[in-house]
């Protein structure tokens, strides 16, 4: 470990991320799920800061947490606190540690809450890597790694920074060149929040296994990824992928409002709609991000229109970004 404590703040970017594909291969005897899924990250981010606190040592002194944005819920129960505490827990006291001192942490909330786009886990890594540098302190891989899962399944992908195969419940990530370019994603948010527990439950209850076919399809998205696919390849397989989601049907089972969106939302935008993790988030593939963008402004007209139907008591959010290959 390294000593000497940044004196001015730590600013890291939390991207939201796709899954292009999301096989469950079965049930584990911890109670998880083995998943074999292909993740992306969205240049769509929210902005985390980090800095020593002022008058650091005082006695009774804690971290803090200032969000602004999209609600996250309480701050206590905020992953970027956990995650501090995480990686002071690591990197442990005694002489030749680093002091560990209180944090203040500054998160402006972009990416939608509860949404199947990892934000929560997107925030937790870049607190996690923030606060190591903040203190001046670092961690083997291995430390590193085992801090990020305590956190929560989707921590290490974020941590690895780059299109992903993410396997076990998330404790396996293996980096993919990815797609070359960066297509346009135009992301439909309901104002729904899908617990990925319940959904998971429900498939639990209602199918138990996953489907052999999807597994087939994300290994083999998984072999593409490996070499690099272009924008336009990764599009024309734009159908396959959105198929290729275990959850889907468990997800439109606890929120059924969400079969009248996904097929509003098809038949507004002429194109394939799939579904990103548990959900409740849509999406959509384009060349560019100017298309996604002239995409959201025809969405945004439906929804006002009553043809795309909104859930939650308001309308959903609708946002134009791209698929990010790289670190952040």
Do not use: C
Request: without cysteine; charged residues 15%; glycine residues 12%.
């Amino acid at each position: 470990m390294s000593n000497g404590a940044h004196a001015t703040p730590i600013v890291r970017l939390a991207p939201a991320k796709l899954n292009l594909t999301l096989a469950v291969i079965g049930r584990r005897a911890d109670g998880f799920h083995d998943l074999h899924s292909v993740f992306v990250l969205l240049a769509l981010a929210d902005r985390l800061s980090l800095a020593i606190a002022a008058g650091a040592g005082r006695t009774g002194q804690h971290d803090t947490l200032h969000v602004r944005g999209h609600d996250a819920g309480p701050v206590a129960d905020n992953l970027v606190l956990r995650a501090i505490a995480a990686a002071r827990a690591a990197v442990g006291e005694g002489p030749g540690r680093p002091a560990t001192l209180p944090l203040a942490a500054r998160l402006e909330k972009v990416i939608p809450v509860a949404a199947g786009l990892g934000g929560g886990s997107s925030d937790a890594a870049a607190a996690l890597d923030g606060a190591l540098e903040a203190w001046g302190a670092e961690l083997d891989p291995d430390r590193r790694a085992s801090a990020a899962l305590a956190i929560g399944s989707d921590v290490p992908f974020f941590l690895a920074g780059s299109a992903s195969i993410v396997e076990g419940r998330g404790e396996r990530t293996t980096p993919l060149v990815g797609v070359q370019g960066q297509p346009g994603v135009l992301l439909v948010t309901p104002r729904v929040a899908l617990r990925t527990p319940d959904v998971f439950a429900v498939f639990a209850a209602t199918r138990g296994h996953g489907d052999g076919s999807i597994r087939m399809t994300s290994e083999h998205l998984a072999q593409e990824l490996a070499r690099g696919l272009s924008a336009a390849d990764l599009i024309a397989r734009a159908g396959v992928m959105a198929s290729a989601n275990d959850l889907l049907s468990a997800a439109l089972l606890v929120e059924p409002g969400l079969v009248g969106v996904k097929r509003a939302l098809a038949r507004t935008v002429g194109r394939v709609v799939g579904l990103t993790g548990s959900g409740p988030t849509l999406w959509t593939l384009y060349p560019s991000l100017a298309e996604a963008e002239s995409a959201a402004v025809v969405v945004r007209a439906a929804v006002e229109a009553g043809t795309v139907p909104s859930l939650g008591g308001g309308p959903p959010s609708i946002i134009a970004t791209t698929i990010h290959t790289g670190h952040t």
